[in-house]
């Protein structure tokens, strides 16, 4: 009912029966419908989605659910930052990555791609004991497209994929938890279950695709592209582990977007798709930018509350890409949880 509008229900309900009820369920800290114009003031609850508009313009209180059947309990702790009922908790309390032996290399392994810089430091984004992580570095140029971000995700996707095991640690069938199956995802299932990547902008996912299929040529190009979307395509979908790619470092495309960048709704739903592992790209120019608009400054709170405060442990990680055959270096912070 949150993706639902206002117009479009009035389909359903003028059929209805004189003696119908109805129930509404929906989450409205997720996006809701896209309107091809601002509303007017005052009557923005009746031209978005029939949950808002049942919930604010006639003032029913919703009845929130108490159990959330997709992350653990560390991402679910996040989620609540962004105004969910603080009784809300994971089924799935201790869901982990669960990393087939002997784990990942700690020196370069002789099938690393030629195109990726290569540091064992990746692994250590991936560590399962860590669901939350955040990377902060610092780059003041970066545009839409970002080629070290672009790399990162190639770099991560690349130790991931042959060390997944199928079954997540930690989760809970019935009252029991699974054990992992000793065996790994294929290509199609690695992509459609494992791994997603969630990005802002078009561009970006371009960028990151592009690399994904340089990196894993036999990958079925359409099934790499599902994987890597925005953030309004990847509501509904989940994934054992989400990468999310800001890219963003110039000040001025910050300040002239940033409206959309911070938007609580939009980092609330990248944050949910993440079963077991969250792993968020950040500039520092993003992290340290405070919006003039009031309304704005509010709702970037839910962003830097994860890269700042959620996500502890501060570790200087050096990073870095190729860019013509040249190592370009990223140093930055390592933030987890």
Partial sequence: ASQLGVAETTLIVSKAASNAAFILAGDDKQLPPIQPATPPEGLEHVVGSVYNYVRHHHNVDPLPLQVNYRSCQTLVDFTKCAGYDPKLHSFHENLRLAVLPPGFPSERPDTWPAELYWTPAWAQMLDPGHPAVCFIYDDDVAGQANSFEADAVA????????????????????????????????????????????????????????????????????????????????????????????????????????????????????????????????????????????????????????AESFCQSPTPLLLGFLENGVEILRPGTLRTR
Avoid: C
């Fill in 155 to 306: 770099a991560l996707s690349w130790l991931l994929y042959g060390r997944l095991d199928r079954q997540l640690a930690g989760e809970r069938q019935g009252t029991m938890e699974a054990v992992p199956s000793g065996h790994t995802h294929d290509a199609k299932h690695f992509w459609e279950h494992a791994v997603g990547v969630v990005t802002p902008h078009r561009a970006q996912m371009s960028k990151i695709v592009s690399r994904l299929h340089t990196i894993f040529p036999i990958h079925n190009p359409t099934v790499i592209w599902n994987a890597v979307d925005t953030v309004e395509r990847f509501q509904g979908q989940q994934r054992d582990i989400i990468i999310a790619s800001f890219g963003l470092g110039d000040a001025e495309l910050i300040r002239s977007e940033d409206e959309f960048l911070y938007s609580l709704n939009r980092f609330n739903v990248m944050a949910s798709r993440a079963r077991a592992k969250l792993i968020v790209l950040l500039t520092r120019s993003l992290v340290d930018h405070l919006a003039d608009d009031g309304q704005v400054l509010e709702e970037s709170r839910l962003l830097k509350n994860y």
